[in-house]
């Protein structure tokens, strides 16, 4: 389905979409709403759907989608968080109107020179299939920083963010142009290319594989601005209850460790092997309890996870690695102190990282870490968190807590409606 100018249309119109878009685009752009005109609609609009959207006016196309599983009570609840009016406000002075509010005025020999924000200009967003309603999310910041934006939607959308972006013009019609959505596969690379060369940026979500990718699509003087994907993990001591390591796992079994924010694994803060492994069957036995309040897997799922294991029980005498199964999940202890991906799907790894390694260990990898749940003594709390920070993580958090996101929270560390916009200086 595509979404241009306020209209859903079939598919079979991307041709004549795509001829029309540049002009359309250029067109937008001369005529666009300042920065704070553009925030304060989109803010409006947001908050007139977010009501909307707890009183039940959307049931109709929201319920099907919950009985589907595409997203779950919880994570609607949350997301509504993000566009509750009070919240959207909140972001948008953090990350911008602050700035906005103290643009300075610069007398230069007697020339007066003015400082102000103004957009990027077009942005062509390419979003990642793994949060449910993130390609939406990332297009209302696009509009919140004065953009006119371009999506290509992951396939595993299920139609959720052309809904949601259509019922928001719906609310406010001078939106339309300032959004369209295009459902066309990343392997399209002739599009890809049309439309990387109408945007000023691109937005994409993805790990570093999509960066490549879409560095091959862009021209050179096309900006490349990069979310995820990010590794995150526990981070473990003696002190850790079994309390903390069952909200861990909770949070392990609800988010099937698919997420940026997902944890990976444990790190534990100890060199002896002996212990990291008492810690691995510790946690498994956790983790197994806490799997039977969740569904199980598909049969894809578990064929695929069933035959990396088997893999790594093959090579365990060589590699040092022992995996520790059970009914659906695993732990597999290393001997090493390498951040990796899990085998995912509620199968996890647990090593051994003392403290005095934290920074060393993992600044290799600051690039690509995100968060880390601690579970300490709280007298330990502040000397680990600034030993993370340090190594790079940009967020630091009690074990349950890992994907629970806080509105206007940042971006892999870095609030995204400024790198939506640039600094114009002009003389008066």
Aim: negative net charge; hydrophobic residues 45%; glycine residues 8%.
């Amino acid at each position: 389905m595509i979404l241009f100018d306020g209209r859903l249309m079939p598919d079979e119109e991307l041709e004549k979409v795509l001829s029309g878009l540049e002009a359309h685009c250029i067109d937008t752009v001369s005529k666009r709403e300042s920065v704070a005109e553009m925030a304060v609609m989109v803010m409006n609009a947001c908050g007139v759907m977010e009501e909307r959207i707890r009183t039940g006016v959307y049931d109709d196309i929201l319920n099907p989608l919950l009985q589907r599983g595409v997203f779950t009570e919880a994570q609607l609840a949350e997301a509504l968080e993000y566009f509750d009016h009070e919240n959207m406000v909140a972001k948008y002075w953090t990350e911008l109107g602050v700035l906005m509010d103290h643009m300075p005025e610069y007398n230069d020999k007697g020339v007066r020179i003015t400082r102000r924000m103004e957009p990027l200009g077009v942005l062509f967003h390419i979003a990642a299939g793994n949060a449910q309603g993130l390609p939406f999310y990332s297009v209302i910041e696009g509009m919140m920083a004065g953009n006119v934006n371009i999506l290509k939607l992951p396939s595993a959308d299920d139609g959720l963010s052309v809904m949601l972006l259509h019922k928001l013009i719906q609310i406010e019609p001078k939106l339309a142009p300032y959004v369209c959505v295009l459902d066309v596969p990343s392997t399209n690379v002739e599009v890809m290319k049309r439309l990387a060369g109408m945007a000023d940026a691109v937005v994409v979500w993805g790990g570093d594989e999509a960066v490549r990718a879409v560095r091959t699509m862009a021209d050179t003087n096309t900006q490349i601005i990069s979310w995820g994907h990010k590794l995150s993990f526990a981070y473990v001591t003696e002190a850790a209850t079994d309390e903390e390591l069952k909200e861990l796992a909770k949070h392990i079994c609800a988010t099937r460790q698919v997420l940026c924010n997902s944890c990976q694994g444990l790190f534990v803060d100890t060199q002896d092997d002996a212990k990291v492994l008492a810690m691995g069957q510790r946690f498994l036995q956790i983790l197994q309890e806490v799997a039977g309040e969740y569904p199980e897997e598909s049969i894809g799922v578990r064929g695929k996870v069933s035959l990396s294991l088997y893999n790594e029980e093959l090579e365990s005498k060589d590699s040092g690695r022992k995996v520790l199964r059970g009914k659906g999940v695993s732990v597999t202890v290393m001997p090493d102190e390498k951040l990796e991906l899990s085998f995912m799907f509620k199968n996890c790894w647990a090593k051994p990282l003392p403290r005095a390694h934290i920074v060393k260990a993992l600044k290799g990898h600051r690039g690509h870490l995100q968060t880390v749940g601690l579970l300490c003594a709280e007298e330990e709390r502040a000397e680990l968190t600034d030993l993370l920070v340090k190594a790079g993580v940009t967020h630091v958090t009690r074990a349950g807590r890992m994907a629970h996101t806080v509105a206007g929270a940042t971006h892999d560390g870095e609030y995204p409606l400024r790198r939506y916009v640039r600094v114009v200086d002009v003389e008066l």
